[in-house]
């Protein structure tokens, strides 16, 4: 999955180099939380947030196969 969501944000973003996703893992969730640099931030939500509702889609439909729920966050 982590190397699902950076295939994903590393073709979107200026600083590929700059894109990390950190797995937090909980008893009922997994966290995906993805960074990426400032200047890209704007590339990885997209007008209205709809290139980070695209990605979010795109993730819980992976991973609607395991047991748990999954979560994507967005950060700097």
């Avoid at 704007?42 to 395991?66: D, F, L, N, P």
Wanted: hydrophobic share 40%; no cysteine; glycine share 6%.
């Amino acid at each position: 999955m982590k190397q699902l969501i950076e295939t994903i944000v590393k073709p979107l973003v200026d600083f590929p180099e700059d894109v990390h996703v950190d797995v937090l893992e909980d008893d009922s969730r997994i966290t995906y939380q993805l960074s990426v640099n400032k200047a890209d931030m704007g590339k990885v939500i997209g007008k209205q947030g709809r290139v980070a509702k695209a990605i979010r889609t795109v993730v819980y439909a992976a991973g609607s196969s395991q047991q748990k729920k999954v979560f994507l966050e967005i950060g700097e």
